[in-house]
């Protein structure tokens, strides 16, 4: 356990008035759940809106619902993204299929939607991944006339906006996360919204056979973003994230989750949403501003669409796996932040890899090899981002010299292959 300044790779700080909050949510529970609605249907302009216990717990039930409304199956999700996705598939009962992404915009690879987007598909799942922001209508556009939903994943874009649209208002259906490395936290949450009746029909059918949070789950999710507050500053941080048995960023297939309604205790917690999403979307702009004009013009970084791009993490895509592994090494020592994020694509998922052998996502492996996320939230000051800056120079000048020396030995059959440009 090193005893430094630690930055977690991803923070949404919350402050003891929040967690009062909490606790008025558990004495007034009618009215904080009733105003939570009201304004997240204010907020995104939408008739329906739902809260469960978490984002996989939402997009199960978005999933049941849509199959309820057709026969068809398959799930297409983008072949690199959070395990929760094909957990919440699975644990719906339906199958699923791997669309390639853009390496460069972490959006769908056009093409390959074309191919997936068949009669056996159920729904679409447009990801904003990092908050960067996928092309919601281009999906749409492919989606709709063969008579495929859209499902917005907003688990990690809450607060985003693509040509004057927010995030979650484009797709048929769309969720968001509460998690704890979201934008913003409850300690665990969702939230379902749509605009459609029919959707919203078979969805509240399914919302009206979900659980309620038990009173010893609602007091220890409280506890445990109590602690959270407590310990997440960057000079605490060295703490948790030197206890392995936190397992602190695991990414795990499971699909024995909770699947309950959001109880009013959390509820309470977002009392003061808007503010804390305000802040925080406004830092994770302005350090993804300030990280992408220090970086771009050596490393390639991902680019994003029209309008307002979250960055719940800043992404870089290094050169090769070595230099990613060494940069997260380099993280580790100094207490850096920087995540490798998904251990591997969807494919590569042990429990998956069977039912997805046919399925080809080659540039989704590149990403999965290649991607790394520097922290962007509130809580970095201005020398973390210098050195941020400077462990990613550094790798980047140390593994160049290791390329051109490899180079040098191996002749021209030696040469890495070339990278699009930086942007
Ligand atoms: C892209 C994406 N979708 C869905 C989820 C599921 O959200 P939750 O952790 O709230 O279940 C996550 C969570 O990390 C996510 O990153």
Redesign the pocket.
Known sequence: MRVQRTLPPSAAPIEWRDLVEGLVGLVRPQVTMDRLQAEFRAHFGVKHVWFVS????A?TLILRALHKLSTRRQVVVPGY??F??PSAVVRAGLSVRLCDMNPETLDFDGRHLEEVADSDALCVLA?H?LGVGVDVPRVAEICRPRGIFVVE?V??GFGGERDGKRFGTMGDVSFL???R??NITCG???AILTNDDRIGEALAQEYAQLPDESLAGRLINWLEVAATQLLIHPSRYWFPAGLPFLKLGDTKFYTD?PLTRMDSVRAGLLRRWHTRLSRSTASRMAHANDLRRSISSHCQTVRSGQGQAVYLRFPLLMRSRKEKDALCRMSAEQGLGISSMYPSAVGQIAELSAALASEHAPQSMTIAERLVTLPTHELLSDPDLGRLCAAVESIQRDQGLDMDSSREALGAQGRPPAMPRAH
């Open positions: 978490s984002g996989k717990a997009l993204t959070c929760s996705v990801t991944l994943d688990a990690q996360s509460f998690g490395g979201k665990s949450g969702g989750f």
